[in-house]
């Protein structure tokens, strides 16, 4: 949709939907190919092209137009269009220019994720707290530390409550056990 959303607009300010103005135009470029001076009439006809007092124009006021210019205003009248259908396909250009950076900006976003998404992930498994320190590590991280010293910044900011929730504070290392005060009866 991005890429028409701009005619869907200009739809709308006319007064009609896309459908109808593609419709439209696919029935005229029909007639065009079938009926070169049909199409033409049917054209002018849809642009509702009237004179300065209000009547409207129909395709033999238009061809009088066209042959009573002068040879230099059919030239430029020409040269006008030339530079109005360049602009035009400058202007395609340009959007699906702008499209495909969009597109490649997206793919650059989901493989930055999905590479850092892995390393959190691995790094989740040696640091089981890191759920828990999350929003902590959040902010250690956008301090500017890397995750390594976040977790443990975070860990020192939040300590585990429980023996079993941290096996670096209790369990693991054997000089960090606690004291078993209670003798033996």
């Known amino acids: 949709m991005n890429s028409i959303r701009h005619y869907?607009?200009?739809?709308?300010?006319?007064?009609?939907?896309?459908?109808?103005?593609?419709?439209?135009?696919?029935?005229?470029?029909?007639?065009?190919?079938?009926?070169?001076?049909?199409?033409?009439?049917?054209?002018?006809?849809?642009l509702n092209l009237r004179t300065p007092d209000g009547q409207k124009l129909n395709s033999r006021d238009v061809a009088?137009?066209?042959?009573?210019?002068?040879?230099?205003?059919?030239?430029?009248?020409?040269?006008?269009?030339?530079?109005?259908?360049?602009?035009?396909q400058m202007g395609q250009l340009h959007q699906q220019q702008r499209a495909v950076a969009q597109q490649l900006q997206q793919l650059h976003y989901e493989r930055r994720f999905t590479h850092t998404r892995a390393g959190v992930d691995r790094f989740a498994e040696t640091h089981p707290r890191l759920d828990e320190l999350g929003d902590l590590i959040e902010r250690e991280l956008k301090l500017g530390f890397d995750l390594p010293t976040a977790y443990q910044r975070a860990d020192l900011l939040r300590p585990a409550t429980?023996?079993?929730?941290?096996?670096h504070r209790s369990g693991s290392n054997p000089h960090l056990r606690p004291v078993n005060t209670r003798r033996a009866r």
């Open 8 to 46: 869907h607009q200009m739809a709308q300010q006319h007064g009609t939907t896309l459908q109808r103005a593609l419709d439209n135009y696919v029935g005229m470029e029909n007639k065009l190919r079938s009926d070169p001076i049909g199409g033409i009439d049917l054209i002018i006809n849809n």
């Open 162 to 167: 429980s023996r079993g929730s941290n096996p």
């Open 64 to 88: 009088w137009h066209i042959l009573n210019q002068s040879p230099e205003q059919h030239k430029t009248l020409q040269l006008a269009n030339t530079q109005t259908a360049i602009s035009q």
